[in-house]
Structures are given as C-alpha cells and as structure tokens.
C-alpha cells in the first residue's frame, strides 16, 4: 500500500469517527430536548381549593300585592318581583329632580339660583289644592331659591315646587318632561315614560327595577343625600313640614322619596345603609301598587321589610393573605395561591348563586409573591381576584422527571 493510500485510509477512519461522534452528540441533544420538551409544553397547572358556601336558610320578604324590586349597586345585586310596567306616582319627581341637578348643579348648602312667585304659580298652587293634590302654599312675590325648591320637592312632595324647578331648569315643565324621557332613555330605562314632572294619574310608568336605579342615581348627589334623610323641613311660607317618606331618618333608613295616587296606590322607594368591612353601603328597596289601609305607610312597610329581609339573608365572606384559595405547581409539587390582601364579598343567595373558576398563567417556574393566575367569581357576585403564591416552586429538571 502507496504512503499517499495510508494516509486517506487514516482520514477517512477520523472522519468516521468524527461523524459518529458527531451523531452521538446530535442524539443525545434530541434525547435531552425530547424529554424536556414535554416539561416546556406543560407550564404550572392552578387548581380551585376554595368552593362556594350554600344558600342562606332567609328568604326575601317580597310584598304580597304589587311589584318590588332590590338594587345594592356596590354588590352588583338587582333583583325584581312581579316586576310589571305601573304608575309610579311621586316617584317621578326623583327624574324630575335627577334632570334639575344636571341642569343646575348645587353644593350642599349653596342656594342655587331664585325667582320670584307669579300670579301663575299661585293660581297652581290654588287647583292642586282643590284637587287634593300634594303642595306647598306659596304667594306672589315669594322668592325661592333651587334649594327650597329642591326640599319641597323631596322632602314634601310638593307638586307646585316639582313645576317651578322644572321651570327654573328646563323653562317650562313640559320640556322638564322631554329631558326626563331623553334621561330615562339614556339610563337604559327601556319601561320608563313620563307624562308629567310630578306622576299624576296613569300615564307616567315605569317598574320597580327602573325606580331602584333612579333612586340610586339620584343618591350620588350630596345635597339629596342630606335632604332625603330630613323628617322635616323649614319653607317661606308653609314653615316646617313633615316629610311624607314613611321611616325616615329611623335606624339606617334613608329616604329617598314615597308617593300614592288612585292609578297608583302606595309607592316608596327607601335606602337603607350597611357596613361591610368598615365601608358604608346603601341599599334600595322599591316598592309600588299597595292599596290596603293608609297606603303609603303600607308601601314603607313593605320596603322596611324587604330591605331587613334583604340584610338578614346577606352572606359575607372573607378571605385573608395566607389562606388558601388553589394550589399551583407541577404534578404532585404544589404550592399555595393565595391573596396579596384581605377580601370580604357579601352577596344575596336568592334567586341566584355565586360560583368560581380559576384561570392560570403560563408559568415555567413559580416565585413567591408572583401573580400565578386569577379566581372568577361569577353569578350574584361578579370579582376577578389576583392570586399569588404562597412560596416559590422550581420546574422540576427532566432527570426528575425520569424517576
């Protein structure tokens, strides 16, 4: 054999060699990436521990004739009873004032602007009186201001003061009616129409559910906040009147306004304050179509009692940093999820119920304190809730994972 034939036969054995060397290492890197690859396409999985309480034992106290309706606002609760398209009576000068204050905001205990009472309003005044209708005397040359106006309207009733702030806020009242609608409809109210500004005879209607809403509305504004809660008020010229809004100012109950005629019966439309957790909430009990004995404290009543049943079947529940809500990890290697602060829900079992479902994040490795996915609390109660592990956890190497 030539010296050149040993030298290619010594090359082409390393080159062998080198290739196959070659083709271990390749093998052993697919061997590696094929046992990982299965650890990489699989992150944390995050598992619910925490499971929904039963249903309260308490029932709500619905009236037995007519409509209601209950709204907790911060609880995301509204709920209705025979929830039918009625006459709403005096609950329409909640819209009436709502349309006034966007008009013509007012601080508390600002005066707003004034006018002087005409021959017109006295002569208003003069048939609501022969009509048994609810009002206030006024006379001309009287001056009143948007306050005044605004404690009649709440706090009395008075349809004389309803027309003159639709008046001062609209220019007339029939155009107060126009803006009314334009708001119900704005609102969503799709069972609203108003007629007139202060719910005289049929035509203005609206549901329980619809007026809850409106109360609530009407309650962001601090300077009805602090008149709804008077049981009585100093005017020009009637001097201090009662407020017809049955319960006022009685343990936690809150106005916001009441009100009864023949196509309506008794309405009333209360807010009731509870605490959860330090924080003050407002409850709104609607109740319409009460026609037995003195028919507005029969519908007080009936919202007093819907609002104290609301309350008692309340469940509350809360959750602190440290408790365990899931578990996160791979396999049987677990950790706690958990909160990063204190949570209270409070929520009201009937009709409905409250569940949860978690939803994770795509994690290779789990650090203490890292947000490791949420906890969705859907039904009477709508939350998304951080959660957060409890330790760290490591992704365990794929020699473990050979064992």
Not at 4 to 20: I, K
Not at 76 to 82: L, N, Q
Not at 280 to 302: F, I, K, M, N
Not at 323 to 335: E, K, M, N, S, Y
Request: glycine share 12%; proline share 6%.
């Amino acid at each position: 054999m030539s010296r050149r034939a040993g030298r290619e036969t010594v090359s082409s054995g390393v080159a062998l060699r080198g290739g196959a060397a070659l083709v271990g290492v390749a093998l052993a890197a697919a061997l590696v990436v094929g046992l990982s690859a299965p650890l990489v396409g699989r992150p944390a999985h995050l598992t619910l521990v925490v499971r929904p309480p039963g249903p309260a034992v308490t029932a709500l106290a619905w009236p037995a004739q007519g409509t209601a309706a209950l709204y907790v606002p911060s609880a995301g609760v509204s709920v209705s009873h025979h929830d039918r398209v009625v006459p709403i009576a005096s609950l329409t000068k909640m819209m009436t004032v709502l349309v006034a204050l966007t008009r013509l905001p007012l601080a508390p205990g600002a005066t707003g602007p004034c006018r002087v009472v005409g021959p017109a309003q006295v002569a208003g005044y003069e048939a609501m009186v022969a009509r048994d209708e609810s009002s206030v005397p006024v006379v001309a040359g009287e001056r009143l201001c948007e306050d005044q106006l605004l404690a009649g309207t709440l706090v009395r009733s008075a349809g004389d003061y309803a027309s003159m702030l639709a008046t001062m806020a609209a220019g007339s009242p029939a155009g107060m009616v126009g803006l009314m609608n334009e708001r119900a409809r704005a609102m969503g109210l799709g069972h609203t129409r108003y007629a007139g500004v202060a719910g005289l005879g049929a035509a203005t209607v609206s549901t329980a559910r619809d007026q809850a809403r409106v109360a609530a509305a009407l309650m962001r504004y601090p300077v009805v906040r602090a008149l709804v809660d008077l049981p009585s008020v100093a005017l020009p010229v009637a001097g201090t009147v009662a407020s017809y809004t049955p319960f006022v100012g009685e343990g936690s109950v809150v106005g916001v306004k009441s009100g009864r005629t023949a196509a309506a019966g008794g309405c009333d439309a209360m807010a009731v304050t509870f605490r959860v957790g330090g924080r003050v909430h407002v409850l709104y009990a609607v109740v319409t179509g009460q026609r037995t004995g003195d028919v507005l404290t029969s519908a007080g009543e009936a919202a007093r009692a819907l609002a104290a049943s609301a309350l008692a079947a309340r469940r509350t529940l809360t959750w602190r940093p440290g408790d365990t809500l899931a578990r996160v990890g791979f396999g049987q290697g677990t950790v706690v999820a958990t909160l990063r602060r204190t949570l209270r829900l409070s929520w009201w079992p009937e009709p409905g119920a409250i569940a949860y479902r978690v939803v994770a994040r795509p994690l290779l490795e789990v650090h203490r304190g890292e947000v490791v996915g949420r906890l969705v609390i859907s039904g009477e109660v709508h939350r998304t809730i951080e959660l957060v592990a409890a330790s760290s956890l490591a992704r365990p190497s794929w020699l473990e994972r050979l064992r």
